[in-house]
């Protein structure tokens, strides 16, 4: 087992927990296989080999082709590899269905994008509904941590999709064109009609905070509590707390060589 829960309560609509990482076979495992692939956009990268690949080169083509494919500049950044990691937490435990990696939107390798971290649908049954949410990391020793407060901490963050129509028009804007004629047209259908049906209230919202300090429930409880007095069923929220055994700006490593940074 790679995670251990620390604590877990639930309050309307919301529920908080904190999840401790193991160091450990199963860490590692985790880190480079699911996270690896967020992180680094493995997908999209051997879409982008194949293809080019199949084209017609010459000798010097195929040493030039080479020579780009291996240019590609690594993520190393804290808070990207915090992303990658709630990203594959959230599609292996939580079934979350993230059908686009934002890493391709990004023109330039050490850019950020505007916008929710978390797109997707969540599986219920036989159906989905739309998934959106925003990834925080910190190392500040105080509990909560900074980033759980004001107009740009996670709590504020996550009402503004909850209830920010022209947030929320933004990014099924942005969702379609990268999910239609693909496997996930169907989900995104599936889930609008749930959210327009239910009176724009059926949607999941996470909330990912990834930490390297000791486990305390009080990370999330009092937001939770906040959120919980001003969403309403059918939403659901969920506030997760991840515990690192070794500082966040060792994650990219982590990563890289599968845990024991």
């Not at 978390?118 to 159906?127: A, M, N, T, Y």
């Not at 996470?206 to 069923?233: K, N, P």
Request: hydrophobic share 40%.
């Amino acid at each position: 087992m790679s995670w251990q829960t620390a604590y877990q309560a639930t309050e309307g609509c919301v529920t908080w927990q904190g999840e401790c990482a193991q160091d450990g076979p199963a860490l590692g495992e985790f880190l480079q296989g699911p996270v690896a692939a967020r992180l680094n956009d493995a997908e999209g990268g051997k879409a982008l080999s194949e293809h080019l690949h199949g084209l017609s080169l010459t000798g010097m083509g195929q040493a030039a082709l080479q020579e780009v494919l291996a240019a590609e500049v690594p993520e190393m950044r804290d808070w990207a590899a915090g992303e990658a990691l709630a990203e594959a937490m959230l599609e292996t435990h939580h079934d979350v269905v993230l059908p686009w990696n934002t890493e391709r939107d990004k023109r330039n390798p050490f850019a950020s994008l505007p916008g929710a971290d978390i797109v997707g649908f969540q599986r219920e049954g036989g159906s989905h509904r739309l998934a959106l949410g925003e990834v925080k990391c910190s190392s500040e020793a105080k509990s909560p941590p900074q980033v759980m407060s004001g107009r740009s901490g996670m709590p504020h963050q996550l009402d503004t999709l909850a209830t920010n129509l022209g947030t929320i028009c933004q990014l099924l804007k942005w969702l379609l064109p990268r999910v239609k004629n693909t496997a996930h047209e169907l989900a995104f259908n599936a889930a609008c009609t749930r959210y327009f049906n239910s009176g724009l209230r059926d949607l999941a919202l996470f909330g990912i905070l990834v930490r390297d300090q000791t486990a305390q429930e009080s990370d999330l409880q009092a937001r939770g509590r906040q959120l919980a007095g001003s969403l309403q069923a059918p939403t659901r929220c969920r506030l997760i707390a991840l515990y690192l055994p070794w500082p966040i700006a060792q994650l990219p490593q982590a990563i890289a060589q599968g845990g024991a940074a």
